[in-house]
């Protein structure tokens, strides 16, 4: 069966300095993987998504996301934070039927 | 593309008392999947239809939650008989295609069962 971990459930960052927030899943077939980003009272946004095209996949607001095999990781990156990205971060993986499981998330705050 | 709506966007009722949640996907999706969210967790998911035909349902769908989509367009969640542990978010979501095809999500409804 298909799941996902997100490793840390806060993270601070100061604003401008690169945002990290792990992912890892475990999937018995080649997995199609999504990061959403979740504001406060609101639903879910996709940011990217991989679906085996290429390992590096860019999203939206200068995110992006490397799919790692060996490491079963599919890691959120963005090199440089802004204030407006202080939300929650879900990384999720496809099963068969197009269903989402998602991880526990991850709160991002942004430092002044 | 209008996104995906639900209705009402709070609802607030007493234990004991039963609710009705809507959900209307976007136009073209043949797709529509339930999550329900508490505070600090992950979507967890209830249900999906395809089209009109319920797929799949969670074991975390009790008898007092039952979901429908008449006519493959719009869908109701109903909770009878709420209990306290029924307070969350419930997400709806839909999608058009395979499994690589993103979910949409609505803005969700929130559930308080006083």
């Known amino acids: 069966a298909q799941s996902v971990t997100q490793l840390g459930s806060h993270v601070s960052v100061s604003e401008g300095a690169l945002v990290l927030l792990r992912c890892n899943y475990s999937?018995?077939?080649?997995?199609?993987l999504f990061w959403y980003v979740q504001y406060p009272n609101q639903g879910l946004q996709l940011l990217l998504k991989?679906?085996?095209?290429?390992?590096l996949v860019k999203g939206i607001n200068d995110f992006e996301a490397e799919f790692k095999k060996s490491e079963t990781s599919f890691h959120l990156t963005k090199p440089s934070a802004h204030m407006s990205d202080a939300a929650e971060y879900f990384c999720?993986?496809?099963?068969?039927?197009?269903?989402?499981?998602f991880g526990q998330g991850t709160e991002l705050s942004v430092k002044p | 593309d209008t996104g995906v709506s639900q209705d009402p966007r709070h609802k607030i009722t007493k234990r004991g008392q039963n609710v009705t949640f809507r959900c209307d996907p976007i136009?073209?999706?043949?797709?529509l999947y339930w999550y329900r969210q508490t505070l600090g967790q992950g979507p967890e998911f209830l249900t999906y239809?395809?089209?009109?035909?319920?797929?799949?349902k969670s074991r975390l769908l009790s008898d007092r939650f039952s979901a429908e989509r008449p006519k493959g367009s719009f869908s109701t969640l109903e909770i009878q008989r709420t209990e306290q542990g029924d307070s969350a978010m419930y997400l709806c979501?839909?999608?058009?295609?395979?499994?690589?095809?993103?979910?949409?999500f609505g803005n969700g409804t929130r559930l308080t069962v006083t």
């Open positions: 999720a993986v496809s099963t068969e039927g197009g269903k989402l499981i």
């Open positions: 136009s073209e999706h043949n797709r």
């Open positions: 999937s018995s077939v080649p997995p199609y």
């Open positions: 979501a839909s999608s058009y295609g395979p499994g690589d095809s993103p979910l949409h």
């Open positions: 991989y679906t085996s095209a290429a390992t």
């Open positions: 239809f395809q089209n009109e035909a319920q797929l799949e």
